[in-house]
């Protein structure tokens, strides 16, 4: 079973900070690497997928980055607002693997 | 969007009874998922399908079982339900890499 780390496991920052946290995973046998956000009472909506090495993706202040040869990928959220507090998943598939999916970083945005 | 509805979105079991939950999507996905989300654990894998009565076990497949007897319905069983399986699960669907989900079923299992 493919082992997928996030850190930290919870963050509280104030509005208007950026903030940013990790996916770790093995870089052997890579193919494809998942965020998602994901809301209480709500189903997990997908931010990025990410397949290359150096891949960079952004989705308005939200932004990815990605690297297969060390085994990890950032998130970072520009300018915080409430709304942006979720829980963000890290998953990983390898080949034809079904999604493995990281615990999760719970993001608490302050007004 | 999959399509992806599942049902009973909300439901209250006793210990030792069974439980269906079902998964149905409308895009004619071929692979098939179900999760279960617990604080603390992320999503985990249940079950999953790649195809019509072809399934394979997940990470905590132990007292579930699954069937797909047509590509649009993904069924999830508890033989007997415990006061662990009280959780929040997902059904989801995948189209290359992109994976869609429902929207969750919340079972207690009292």
Same mark, same amino acid.
């Given at each position: 079973?493919?082992?997928?780390?996030?850190?930290?496991?919870?963050?509280?920052?104030?509005?208007? !900070?950026?903030?940013?946290?990790? *996916?770790?995973?093995?870089?052997?046998?890579?193919?494809?690497?998942?965020? &998602?956000?994901?809301?209480?009472?709500?189903?997990?909506?997908?931010?990025?997928?990410?397949?290359?090495?150096? !891949?960079?993706?952004?989705?308005?202040?939200?932004?990815?980055?990605?690297?297969?040869?060390?085994?990890?990928? &950032?998130?970072?959220?520009?300018?915080?607002?409430?709304? !942006?507090?979720?829980?963000?998943? *890290?998953?990983?598939?390898?080949?034809?693997?079904?999604?493995?999916?990281?615990?999760?970083?719970?993001?608490?945005?302050?007004? | 969007? #999959?399509?992806?509805?599942?049902?009973?979105?909300?439901?209250? +079991?006793?210990? /030792?009874?069974?439980?269906? =939950?079902?998964?149905?999507?409308?895009?004619?996905?071929?692979?098939?998922?179900?999760?279960?989300?617990?604080?603390?654990? $992320?999503?985990? %894998?249940?079950?999953?399908?790649? $195809?019509?009565?072809?399934?394979?076990?997940?990470?905590?497949?132990?007292?579930?079982?699954?069937?797909?007897?047509? +590509?649009?319905?993904? =069924? %999830? +069983? %508890?033989?007997? #339900?415990?006061? @662990?399986?009280?959780?929040?699960?997902?059904? #989801? #669907? @995948?189209? /290359?890499?992109?994976?869609?989900? $429902?929207?969750?079923?919340? =079972?207690?299992?009292?």
């Amino acid at each position: 079973i493919l082992n997928v780390e996030q850190s930290p496991q919870s963050l509280h920052v104030q509005e208007g !900070d950026s903030t940013n946290f990790t *996916c770790s995973f093995p870089s052997s046998n890579f193919y494809a690497l998942h965020w &998602y956000r994901w809301e209480t009472a709500k189903s997990p909506e997908a931010l990025f997928v990410m397949t290359l090495n150096g !891949d960079e993706k952004k989705k308005g202040r939200i932004s990815a980055t990605l690297n297969t040869k060390e085994g990890y990928s &950032y998130l970072y959220i520009k300018g915080s607002q409430p709304e !942006d507090s979720a829980t963000y998943l *890290c998953a990983l598939n390898s080949g034809n693997t079904p999604l493995v999916f990281g615990k999760g970083t719970r993001l608490s945005v302050i007004a | 969007d #999959a399509g992806i509805t599942q049902s009973p979105r909300h439901k209250v +079991t006793e210990t /030792g009874t069974p439980v269906t =939950l079902r998964c149905h999507q409308t895009e004619n996905h071929r692979y098939m998922y179900w999760y279960r989300q617990d604080p603390g654990h $992320g999503l985990r %894998l249940i079950h999953y399908s790649y $195809g019509v009565k072809d399934t394979d076990k997940g990470e905590v497949s132990d007292g579930y079982s699954v069937s797909r007897s047509k +590509t649009e319905d993904f =069924l %999830l +069983t %508890l033989e007997s #339900a415990t006061s @662990s399986q009280t959780s929040v699960y997902f059904c #989801a #669907a @995948s189209y /290359g890499n992109t994976i869609y989900f $429902g929207e969750g079923s919340w =079972l207690t299992v009292v």
